[in-house]
Every structure is written in structure tokens, then in C-alpha cells.
T-cell receptor, first 121, second 113 residues
Framework: AQTVTQSQPEMSVQEAETVTLSCTYDTSESDYYLFWYKQPPSRQMILVIRQEAYKQQNATENRFSVNFQKAAKSFSLKISDSQLGDAAMYFCAYRSAFYTDSGGSNYKLTFGKGTLLTVNP | KAGVTQTPRYLIKTRGQQVTLSCSPI?????VSWYQQTPGQGLQFLFE???????NKGNFPGRFSGRQFSNSRSEMNVSTLELGDSALYLC????????????FGPGTRLLVL
């Protein structure tokens, strides 16, 4: 079974500064997807960024980028120019690229415990 | 496109009762997954439905069940509620294809007294 570990329960950053959230995962599979989701106090889970394991290039979405180290099974999220609206719980998630036993695409996400990010003005 | 909607948003039940939660996916999405979020256990996968068939199931007791209708709307049911079932229940929908991303609804917060 796959596991996802976020070792930082809480992080804080000054507005306009850069912060990196850590995530490691354990899997024996060769093909998979990794995600960072953001959950603000409203509780709506929002996709921040995704990475496909077969792609060597790190994903980037505006101020958000990842450092994907496949051999080390590490997937960190860097937030540049932090804004007050970035304050939220951030979850790292894993999804297998292999089909389920029933033959369909596998949409099961395995989440880490989350990192609560505080942005100070 | 409208996002994923979940009803009701808040619910209070007592132990022993049963509850049904509803999820309407994004138009055109045929996969619906359900997750339970609690402070202690975090986010845990319940099950996933695609074209009215359950394709994947997490490690939850049989009290937790679900179904999907022909219009892709999904319901989950919890029978004989326990205090530990108090949680935020999230559903996520996805289009067809292994590369599709899942989009979450706002959740239903269930409190069991």
C-alpha cells in the first residue's frame, strides 16, 4: 500500500517571501501522479498543482512549483511571493496510474496528514 | 461549468440513525469518489463509482455504502451511525481517462450526537 508523509504539521511565512512544504511518499509502482491540494477555512479542496511521475520536468503553476525527486520519493511544493490568500491547509496526495482490479482507471487518492500554512502580513 | 455540489452542507444526527448524503458531479464527469475527513484519521478514501458501478473501495465497514445514478449523481449512506462517524464528507468528480484530475465539492459536515 502507498503512504504519503508530510513531516511539517505547521509552517509560517511572511507575506511576499518564499516557503517550501515537504512531502515524501512510499510506493513500489513505477507510474503514478502526485498532487498538492489546498484546503482553506471554507473547507473546499482546491487543486494547486499536479505532477506525472514519468515526466522529469518539474510542474509549475504561476507562483507554485514543485521539486519532484523520483528516486528519493520526494515531492515538495514551493510557494513564491506568498500572499495572505495562500493561508490554508496543504495536502500532498498520491494516485496510482494503474488500473484497479475491476479494470477501470484508479481515482483513489492517498493523502498526507497536511501542513497548515500561516501567512503573516 | 458548475462545480461539484454536495447536499446537505450540514447535518446533525443521533447515534443509531442513518444518513444519506448527495453529490452532483461536474457536468460530463462520470466518476465520483467519496472521502471522509476527520482530525484524527485525516482524509480517507471511501469508494469510487463510475457509470453506476463501484470500481474501488476503501477500508470502511459495511455500514458505509453508496450508489450512483444514470445521471452520474451519487449518494452515500451511513447506517447505524456512531459518534466516530462525525466528519467532513467530501466527494470528488473526474472525467474519463487515467490522466483526469479530480475536483472536489464543498463537503457535508456530519455531526453525530
Amino acid at each position: 500500500a502507498q503512504t504519503v508523509t508530510q513531516s511539517q504539521p505547521e509552517m509560517s511565512v511572511q507575506e511576499a517571501e518564499t516557503v517550501t512544504l515537504s512531502c515524501t511518499y512510499d510506493t513500489s509502482e513505477s507510474d503514478y501522479y502526485l498532487f498538492w491540494y489546498k484546503q482553506p477555512p471554507s473547507r473546499q479542496m482546491i487543486l494547486v498543482i499536479r505532477q506525472e511521475a514519468y515526466k522529469q520536468q518539474n510542474a509549475t503553476e504561476n507562483r507554485f512549483s514543485v521539486n519532484f525527486q523520483k528516486a528519493a520519493k520526494s515531492f515538495s511544493l514551493k510557494i513564491s511571493d506568498s500572499q495572505l490568500g495562500d493561508a490554508a491547509m496543504y495536502f500532498c496526495a498520491y494516485r496510482s496510474a494503474f488500473y484497479t482490479d475491476s479494470g477501470g482507471s484508479n481515482y483513489k487518492l492517498t493523502f498526507g496528514k497536511g501542513t497548515l500554512l500561516t501567512v503573516n502580513p | 461549468k458548475a462545480g461539484v455540489t454536495q447536499t446537505p452542507r450540514y447535518l446533525i444526527k443521533t447515534r443509531g440513525q442513518q444518513v444519506t448524503l448527495s453529490c452532483s458531479p461536474i457536468s460530463g464527469h462520470r466518476s465520483v469518489s467519496w472521502y471522509q475527513q476527520t482530525p484524527g484519521q485525516g482524509l480517507q478514501f471511501l469508494f469510487e463509482y463510475f457509470s453506476e458501478t463501484q470500481r474501488n473501495k476503501g477500508n470502511f465497514p459495511g455500514r458505509f455504502s453508496g450508489r450512483q445514478f444514470s445521471n452520474s449523481r451519487s449518494e452515500m449512506n451511513v447506517s447505524t451511525l456512531e459518534l466516530g462517524d462525525s466528519a467532513l464528507y467530501l466527494c470528488a468528480s473526474s472525467g474519463t481517462g487515467v490522466r483526469e484530475t479530480q475536483y472536489f465539492g464543498p463537503g457535508t459536515r456530519l455531526l453525530v450526537l
